[in-house]
């Protein structure tokens, strides 16, 4: 603003230009719109796009998941991973099982992609919370291979 | 009297990975011993050892990981809680209620 109030006379010269420098009401842009495809298709693209996030993560920081970790059968989508949990063995001691419900970024997946009921899935994201506390599981991938790096 | 208030605990707790053998027994028994003085009984260990962590924690990037089950009156986390805070060997601890 300061620059524009303090004309000097060489600027008073070429004033239109100016004026027409200043910033002019601009309406707020609509919103943009609504996607008109269903949930389905959303879903589709967003886990397209996720899995290439976590091939790319994977070939340029070399992050492997650690040896306790369980390891995700063939390459493709993983189809209901808490299908075989039982409500009991939801525990923060349970690293193996817990490790099946966290991304490649350590993030805990969402409950679109895990399909588990909602009392489930409320217990396994809060005992992956109390496991993070204990340092049984991490926080991000990166604190990971923070500890990798310097064995 | 003792029996109705009375909880069933879980304590997970790690030492820092330098300390010696005499030195995680000594702090174990001390803890062990502060339980008991609130009321605990039925004391059960599982000792999981050196196990490296997630993520670094004050520099250190593996702790000694210690378990304990036990009854206990409510009354008695306050102090067991304020000896594993004010220890420096200890780097994190769990205390939590496990009833059935």
Known sequence: MSEQTTPTPEME????????????FVPPSAPPPAPIFGDDEDEIIDEE???????????????????????????GRVR????DVRYEEIDYKNIGLLSRFLDRRGRILSRRKTRVSAKVQRKIAREIKRARQLALLPYTADQTRIVRKRK | ???????????????R???????INSFDARLCEAITAQGGHDIATELWG???????????????YILHRF?????GTEEVERLLRYS???MRFLLMRRDE
């Open chain 1, 13 to 24: 010269e070429g004033a239109a230009p100016i004026a027409e420098n200043q910033p002019k």
């Open chain 1, 80 to 83: 209901r991973i808490g299908s």
């Open chain 2, 17 to 23: 990975p330098q300390l010696d053998e005499a030195g």
């Open chain 2, 50 to 64: 050196k196990r490296t962590l997630a993520y670094p924690i004050d520099r250190q990037y593996e702790g000694y």
């Open chain 1, 49 to 75: 796009l996720e899995e290439e996030l976590e091939e790319e993560l994977e070939e340029e920081e070399g992050f492997t998941a650690p040896e306790e970790y369980v390891e995700r059968e063939g390459s």
């Open chain 2, 88 to 90: 420096e060997d200890v």
């Open chain 2, 71 to 75: 009854q206990m009156p409510p009354t």
């Open chain 2, 1 to 15: 009297m003792n029996g109705a208030n009375e909880r069933q605990y879980e304590l997970v707790y790690i030492l």
